[in-house]
């Protein structure tokens, strides 16, 4: 699995493709969900 870093250095699960219709993320407050499968 992909996986990005963070700004503290542990490893994060990559975001969803589109955060602005996936009924989850809030890209205006900086709350991202994460893609799955």
């Not at 602005?20 to 205006?28: F, L, V």
Request: net charge negative; charged share 20%.
């Amino acid at each position: 699995m992909h996986v990005q870093m963070g700004a503290n250095g542990k490893e994060l699960l990559p975001q969803a493709l589109d955060a602005t219709n996936d009924q989850c993320s809030k890209p205006e407050q900086n709350i991202f969900c994460f893609k799955a499968g």
